[in-house]
Every structure is written in structure tokens, then in C-alpha cells.
């Protein structure tokens, strides 16, 4: 008899674990297909590049949600860094980033599809001439200064853009 009581142990702690694992598990799943399905989204530019996330989960970032980045047709970010006044035009990419560098002010970057990226402290006159060319910034928006997720979001919903899926990176911290 001893043995019987043993297996019906066995066999409890097996369902309660089963009972809870399961659960879990469907959770895990589900905000796999979640994140998956959301932050694989992006807005292409007609300056070659697209507005999209830096990766599906961000393990550095709370609550796993990754940040919106400029990044190119292949998924590769041009910055990884959170942006603030981002400025947008048919040929360039330009503004600043809040993350610290040279100072903690951030730094001023430019990109273009046939320069690459230049940041002011490096190149200066290469800089200044990128944003001198670049012209108006943001269609219609009135809003001066703007961040990447805001500008996504904003160009998202307006019909003259396409939003579709893009490569992005499962991780990144």
C-alpha cells in the first residue's frame, strides 16, 4: 500500500505542476505573438530609409519594449539611441540624441543614403551642410520637436505612407 500512496503523490504535484506550467506557458506564448506582431512594424521613408524598432524585446529597456529607431531596408539601425527632434525629409535624417556622449547633452547627428551617418562633433562642415540641404523637415507637422516613437506612430496613421512588416532583430540590451 505504501507504494500506491507514493504514485498518487507522484501523480498529484505532476497535475498541480501541469496546472501551473500550462498557464504559463499560453501567457508566454502569447506575449511572444504580441510583441512579435507589434515591434516587427515600420514605416517606410522615401529617403531610402524606415522608422521601425531597434528589436522585438529589449532586455535593458522595462517591461521588455524596445525603442523606435531610423533604421535601413535590412533592419540594421542607423542609431540606437533614443532620439529626441528628429527631423525628416525626402533625402536625410537629421536631430539629436538624448543619450550622452561627448557631453551629457547628447550629440546632433545627420544621415544620408549616400553619405552614411556624420555626427556634428566629428564632421562639423559635412553636418551643417546635410541639414542646410536637407530643406523643411516633417510635412505638416506643427510640432517642432518630436521623437522617433511619436513621429512612427504619427506617420502610421496617415495614408500616404505604408507601414508594413520589416527585419528586425528577436533581442537586443
Not at 54 to 73: C, N, T
Request: proline share 5%.
Amino acid at each position: 500500500m505504501k507504494w500506491g500512496k507514493e504514485v498518487l503523490q507522484r501523480g498529484i504535484v505532476s497535475a498541480l505542476a501541469g496546472a501551473v506550467l500550462l498557464p504559463c506557458l499560453a501567457a508566454v506564448l502569447w506575449i511572444v505573438v504580441v510583441f512579435n506582431t507589434k515591434y516587427r512594424t515600420c514605416v517606410e521613408l522615401k529617403n531610402g530609409a524606415n522608422l521601425g524598432y531597434e528589436a522585438v524585446f529589449d532586455l535593458s529597456r522595462p517591461y521588455l519594449k524596445p525603442i523606435a529607431v531610423p533604421r535601413l531596408d535590412d533592419g540594421t539601425p542607423i542609431l540606437r539611441d533614443r532620439l529626441w527632434s528628429i527631423k525628416i525629409t525626402s533625402t536625410t535624417i537629421h536631430g539629436l540624441s538624448m543619450a550622452p556622449s561627448l557631453d551629457e547633452r547628447g550629440y546632433r547627428f545627420a544621415w544620408r543614403a549616400d553619405i552614411g551617418l556624420v555626427l556634428e562633433a566629428d564632421n562639423p562642415t559635412v553636418y551643417e551642410r546635410l541639414v542646410a540641404e536637407a530643406g523643411h523637415a516633417n510635412w505638416d507637422i506643427e510640432i517642432n520637436n518630436v521623437g522617433t516613437q511619436w513621429l512612427m506612430n504619427e506617420l502610421a496613421g496617415r495614408p500616404d505612407f505604408k507601414v508594413g512588416r520589416c527585419p528586425t532583430s528577436l533581442i537586443t540590451w
